[in-house]
Structures are given as C-alpha cells and as structure tokens.
C-alpha cells in the first residue's frame, strides 16, 4: 500500500504571496491532519479534517486554512506569506476507525521558503 | 494544557550498545496514546513504537521498547543494539483519546532528542 504523498516536495514563495500544499493520504485512511515544523517552535498541529469537515485546528492565523475532498485529499493554503512561514509542513492520515486504529502515518512534507 | 518535555536535546551510542531516550509529559486527561517516532536526515517522519495508556503492559517493537509510567507521567524509549541507521531525530508524542471513542487527532510533540549512532 502506497504511503502518504506530499506535493510539492519543495517550494519558493516570495512575502505576500499564497502557496498551497496537497496531500494524498494512504488509501483508506480518511482522517488527514497537518502540521508546521520549524526549528525555534518545533512541531505545531494546524488542523485535521475527516469527511471534508474540519474537526479540530491548532493556534494558528487565519491565512492558514485548508479543506478535504471527498476523496480524502487534502490541502493546505497560506495566504499573504511572511518570512516566519518558512517551514517543513507534514501531512499525516490515520484510519479513524472510531475505534483504536488512531495512529497517524506521516508524508515526506513539502519544504517552503518564504523570500 | 497539554505538554511533552525531553529533557535530552542530543545523545550519542556505541553501535550495538543500549540507549535510553526519556519523555516526560503532563496532561489532565486520563486516556491517551503515546508515541515515539524518528525522523532521519530525510525528514520522513516514521512511527517507532505506540503505547496506549490504558494497557499496563509496555509496548516492544523488534528492538525498541518502552517504560511506561502513568502515574509518573513518563514515557522512555529503549533501544537494544543500536545501529547506524537509528541515527536521527526522535520525538514524544501523545494524542487524547475520548471515552466516546476517537480521539481529537491532534499529536502534541516534544523538541525532539538528537540521537547519533557511532560506529
């Protein structure tokens, strides 16, 4: 069975620009979430969707948001860039079984680097 | 709130050596999941080893294993004969578990423990 697929791997943006970030999670998972890694703050949760709902989100600004389709993939979109989004983001999907299946299984993560 | 700390930013092992890597974590929740996972140069995350707080019984995977605390709300991660390729950056991380089932699927991690295997 295929892993968790990040697009793109690597990306540059220019301050105010918007990027967006897709994920495909592991065939039969629907629940995907994502989150921010950067060296001063570590890993941060940004949000998690299941059924193209958003079930939970970190403490983030709103120029982040993100949606899922019906197919389970998902993606994330950062609006009026700052240097300080310069970051690893990761993509994980569990099974979400409403039973004890709840471990999330990581992408490779796209880089971004806000010039 | 809830928080992970490892207090060891960096270690070092002998190739073939034990390792022991801690985690300690405060929560005001009683169910839970504990995970440990790596992250090499490449920056895949890949889950190590999960712990459900519920189970008494510490989890094992091949050559990894943890000592589970609950009332110490600690978490350490064993490594047996360490080799090169456990080089990397390892994290803690829990994930609530709701007594109506599911969870809230949000992973709080700690900073991460550099962890160099020396040949």
């Known amino acids: 069975k295929a892993g968790v697929t990040q697009t793109p791997r690597y990306l540059i943006k220019t301050r105010g620009q918007q990027v967006t970030l897709s994920c495909s999670p592991i065939?039969?998972?629907?629940?995907v979430s994502w989150y921010q890694q950067t060296p001063g703050q570590g890993l941060q949760f940004l949000f998690e969707y299941f059924s193209e709902t958003q079930r939970n989100k970190g403490n983030f600004p709103g120029r982040f948001s993100g949606r899922q389709f019906s197919n389970s993939r998902s993606e994330m979109n950062v609006s009026t860039l700052e240097l300080g989004d310069s970051a690893l983001y990761l993509c994980?999907?569990?099974?979400?079984?409403?039973?004890?299946?709840?471990?999330?299984?990581f992408g490779p993560g796209t880089r971004l680097l806000v010039l | 709130a809830q928080t992970v700390t490892q207090s060891q930013p960096e270690m070092s092992v002998q190739e073939a050596e034990t390792v022991t890597l801690s985690c300690t974590y405060d929560?005001?929740?009683?169910?839970?999941?504990l995970f440990w996972y790596k992250q090499p140069p490449s920056r895949q995350m890949i889950l190590v080893i999960r712990q459900e707080a519920y189970k008494q019984q510490n989890a094992t995977e091949n050559r990894f294993s943890v000592n589970f605390q609950k009332a110490a709300k600690s978490f350490s991660l064993k490594i047996s004969d360490s080799q090169l390729g456990d080089t990397a950056m390892y994290f803690c991380a829990f994930m609530i578990f709701s007594n109506s089932g599911g969870s809230n699927y949000k992973l709080t991690f700690g900073k991460g423990t550099l962890l160099t295997v020396n040949p």
């Open positions: 994980a999907s569990s099974l979400d079984n409403g039973g004890y299946q709840e471990t999330q299984y």
């Open positions: 065939s039969g998972h629907r629940s």
């Open positions: 929560t005001s929740e009683s169910n839970y999941y």
